[in-house]
């Protein structure tokens, strides 16, 4: 699965930047995302969270690959750069809405646990939206607009439809 999260990066100048507009991602297997669930609920910072370190490693090597890429503002290079930036840190932190979204669930195991469900509403024209429920989260597809998706949390996304 796909996993968000975002970065705080310190130079070897000491100089930081929060670039809170880039959202990150990195695949993760179903036992990572649990181990995710668990330590943000338990209140530590994905930074800190003991037992994932392979992935917290990943999630660092995906900053470092793309930032040559980047500028110092967050706004995209046309090329890259010649010679690396040097890092002294790399903090790695998900959005404040999603630890919210994390500590509140009740029962993680039994979120994760529960069977994928999907639906599919056919369009006249035969497309369709499809809906998939899996691990906690509600995923919304539209043939018409392919690699585009919704994501959101299964209350939030029950929220949506039934105001």
């Known amino acids: 699965m796909t996993f968000n999260y975002k970065y705080r990066i310190t130079y070897g100048n000491g100089k930081t930047y929060d670039h809170e507009d880039i959202l990150m991602c990195v695949e993760i297997t179903e036992e990572e995302y649990k181990r995710i669930l668990h330590r943000i609920?338990?209140?530590?910072?994905?930074?800190?969270?003991?037992?994932?370190?392979?992935?917290?490693?990943?999630?660092?090597?995906?900053?470092?690959?793309?930032?040559?890429?980047r500028n110092l503002n967050g706004s995209i290079r046309e090329k890259k750069l010649d010679k690396p930036r040097e890092i002294k840190e790399i903090e790695l932190y998900l959005e404040e809405r999603e630890v919210r979204?994390?500590?509140?669930?009740?029962?993680?195991?039994?979120?994760?646990?529960?069977?994928?469900?999907?639906?599919?509403?056919?369009?006249?024209?035969?497309?369709?939206?499809?809906?998939?429920?899996?691990?906690?989260?509600?995923?919304?597809?539209?043939?018409?607009?392919?690699?585009?998706?919704?994501?959101?949390?299964?209350?939030?996304f029950a929220g949506w439809v039934t105001r």
């Open 41 to 69: 609920k338990d209140g530590y910072t994905l930074n800190d969270a003991p037992g994932i370190d392979d992935l917290l490693d990943r999630m660092r090597e995906k900053v470092i690959t793309y930032d040559p890429w």
């Open 101 to 156: 979204r994390i500590r509140s669930i009740l029962d993680i195991d039994a979120d994760i646990d529960r069977p994928e469900q999907r639906m599919r509403i056919y369009r006249a024209d035969g497309s369709y939206v499809e809906l998939v429920y899996k691990l906690g989260m509600v995923q919304v597809t539209d043939s018409r607009k392919k690699g585009r998706y919704l994501t959101a949390d299964a209350d939030q």
